[in-house]
């Protein structure tokens, strides 16, 4: 009876310390763009603004040999910063695209039939499988598409932060 218990506390932790081990060595790492909605901005029709992802370049950019694997979006979240107690309630629909040179733009986050009075609000997040060989290309581009419901009466300024993560290469 004595060995079942051990066998069993041997095994949990052995379990546990994998766990542990594998949230350590995985990575997470950030990208941000500010988006800026004019006031002209119609509503009932898609607007499109692209961002060059620096931070994702500094960390891998064009680096295929970066020791990297399987890497996906973990977290997308858009914001507003101005105005100062601006919310999102003017929107419709917010959709984010990663592309790099030599790779097709995807769709890793969206939000339809937004309604809310926050001041951000976390994306659902598609499923695209593994971006690594976006990531790891020059010219990593961020598009934010968002489409409003009504016109807004002052420009806003809106942050988009993905989060993505990955695991060390062997």
Known sequence: MKNIFLTAAVASAALVSCGTVQSL???TFPYTANVLVSTGVP???EVSST???SNIQTWFGGN???RIKDVRISDAKVSVVSPA????NAFKSIKVYI???GTGERLVASRSNISTDAASITLDLENTGFLDSVVKSNGVTVRTVYELK???SSDMNLRVALNF???PAN
């Open 25 to 27: 060595v995985q990575n």
């Open 43 to 45: 509503a009932d029709k």
């Open 51 to 53: 961002a060059t992802a």
């Open 64 to 66: 295929n040999d970066a």
């Open 85 to 88: 107690g601006g919310s999102l």
């Open 99 to 101: 592309s790099s040179n």
């Open 150 to 152: 009504n016109q807004t």
């Open 165 to 167: 993560s990955s695991v």
